[in-house]
């Protein structure tokens, strides 16, 4: 099983980035998926989930500005982050929900700044 995160990079304050995870070896459809981050010297965290159902959950922090999406057909999640802020800044994983410990990935980095 493998779960590979894209998408990160430098982005000014307000802007949008858009963050792929790609499956192999498990069908995203039928798992409880996650997007999570963890920012320097904080713990790792839950931002947005959606269930093998469909629904979606955020967290407070990121409510109205991410939104986490799945494509069956690619076996992809997505997460559309929005009017990032500099404490957005963190590496993003993509994980099961609960997570897997052995499937963290290395993650994507987001650097938000002027």
């Known amino acids: 099983v493998q779960l590979q995160a894209s998408g990160g990079g430098l982005v000014q304050p307000g802007g949008s980035l858009r963050f792929s995870c790609a499956a192999s070896?498990?069908?995203?459809?039928?798992?409880?998926m996650g997007w999570y981050r963890q920012a320097p010297g904080n713990q790792r965290e839950l931002v947005a989930s959606i269930s093998r159902g469909g629904g979606t959950n955020v967290a407070d922090s990121v409510e109205g500005r991410f939104h986490i999406s799945r494509d069956s057909g690619k076996n992809t999640i997505y997460l559309q982050m929005n009017f990032l802020r500099p404490e957005d800044t963190a590496v993003y994983y993509c994980?099961?929900?609960?997570?897997?410990?052995?499937?963290w990935g290395q993650g994507t980095q987001v650097t938000v700044s002027s």
């Open positions: 994980n099961m929900v609960p997570p897997s410990p052995n499937h």
């Open positions: 070896g498990i069908v995203l459809g039928i798992m409880d």
